[in-house]
């Protein structure tokens, strides 16, 4: 069935005949590669809290603090780990002897911003971190994740601390209990990790990819398409309305879509997930 999806996905959003052979083709391959996914995966979350009890406070990620289950983790970018991916990212410079030093942001919550207090102490101590940079003569080059370890203190009294747990925007979920709680908390780490765990072997099983992306779309009565393509790598988006805001989603070949945004760690490529998925969605809005 879901290669008939991906068919009527690449004529729904009229993607040039010509590239039709090439795309399933793709696909195919994709399919072959995700035999045995989506039960590593669930083995993976099952696993969440044992892994999140194992993980040491400084553990960035699960396979440099647990190597055996390296597997069981996510994807090797930066900004994402096994304390959720709203890692702030910082401002990058060049200083006067070619080192690179960084101003991390604070953050603020999805969809909002810090409580009044905090977000005043949160912004004055970024802007001295950054005055003191300027002034030893740094220039600035980039805003990207921030590769340095970060949240660490242990101390619910510090801005660190406060402004990390004001940014867990994802544990609460699947009853994990680490809503509000710091992203290093066993709880938090538990609700990340039910939520992506196996990740990294999707990663493994991905796509390198680089240069620009083509895209069509497509939507007629109750199907609404999406294709990609990056090189000759592929992915299919496909969703069929049901009731209310429920619908029936394919999700197949490579997550261009997530890679485009990527920033790999040191050692790793940009790699675009394996996903191969049918599943029922309800629509935010």
């Known amino acids: ?51 999140a009890q194992a993980l040491p406070w400084s553990a960035e990620t699960v396979e440099d603090a647990l190597p055996a289950y390296a597997s069981f983790g996510v994807a090797p970018n930066g900004g994402n780990g096994v304390n959720g991916d709203n890692v702030p990212w910082a401002e990058h410079y060049q ?13 603020k919550p999805r969809g909002g911003e810090l409580p009044p207090g905090l977000r005043e102490r949160a912004q004055a101590d970024v802007d001295a971190r950054r005055a003191a940079v300027m002034a030893a003569g740094g220039q600035w080059l980039k805003a ?7 949240e660490l203190d242990p101390n619910p009294q510090s801005l660190e601390y406060q ?23 066993v709880e938090a780490r538990t609700a990340w990790l039910r939520s992506n765990g196996g990740e990294r072997e999707a990663w493994s099983r991905g796509q ?39 619908q029936l989603g394919w999700r197949l070949g490579y997550e261009i879509d997530n890679a485009r945004n990527a920033h790999p ?21």
């Open 1 to 51: 069935m879901s290669i008939k999806a991906a068919e009527k996905a690449l004529r729904l959003a009229e993607v040039p005949g010509e590239l039709h052979e090439q795309a399933l083709a793709c696909l195919q391959e994709s399919r072959r590669r995700a035999k045995g996914l989506t039960l590593h995966q669930l083995r993976a979350r099952l696993a969440a809290k044992r892994l």
């Open 95 to 107: 200083m006067p002897d070619g080192s690179i030093r960084q101003v991390w942001m604070l953050g």
């Open 144 to 150: 990207a994740p921030c590769t340095l370890p970060l």
């Open 163 to 185: 402004c990390a747990c004001a940014r867990n925007y994802w544990g609460h979920r699947f009853f994990s209990g680490g809503a509000g709680k710091h992203p290093r908390s």
């Open 208 to 246: 390198p990819v680089d240069g620009g992306i083509q895209q069509w779309t497509g939507q007629r009565s109750r199907w609404t398409a999406q294709v990609l393509k990056q090189g000759d790598v592929w992915q299919v988006n496909l969703q069929m309305r049901l009731a209310g805001r429920w």
């Open 265 to 285: 760690r040191p050692g790793f490529d940009k790699r675009a997930c394996l996903t191969w998925s049918m599943r029922p969605e309800r629509s935010k809005t």
